[in-house]
Nanobody, 121 residues
């Protein structure tokens, strides 16, 4: 069994910062890409940022220059540093990881439980 556990959400004023973390744990697995999606009330889940296994990153346009995704390979952990937060960033943030399990072999995306980020104006 592989699990993703998120932390770091909360309430912040506009212009403030938060840092989200997501750690993957389990037995006999390897992590490929990791990243974040978000879902605002009444809306679909949207892509935020991704970090590839080699370190390349990409972001949705609305967070480019404000959010930074990074990764600790030894800890199988992905981070999302969010600066200059805006009320429109308010959402539940979900981390994902593209994971290969070795016994039995499988490869699929796993998701965290979500963490609430609320930005007040």
């Amino acid at each position: 069994q592989v699990q993703l556990v998120e932390s770091g959400g909360g309430l912040v004023q506009a212009g403030g910062s938060l840092r989200l973390s997501c750690a993957a744990s389990g037995r006999a697995f390897g992590v490929n890409d990791m990243g974040w999606y978000r879902q605002a009330p009444g809306k679909q889940r949207d892509f935020v940022a991704r970090i590839l296994n080699g370190g390349a990153t990409n972001y949705t346009d609305s967070v480019q220059g404000r959010f930074t995704i990074s990764r600790d390979y030894a800890k199988n952990t992905v981070y999302l540093q969010m600066n200059s937060l805006k009320p429109e960033d308010t959402a539940v943030y979900f981390c994902f990881a593209d994971i290969t399990r070795y016994s039995p072999f499988s490869r699929r995306a796993y998701w965290g439980q979500g963490t609430q980020v609320t930005v007040s104006s």
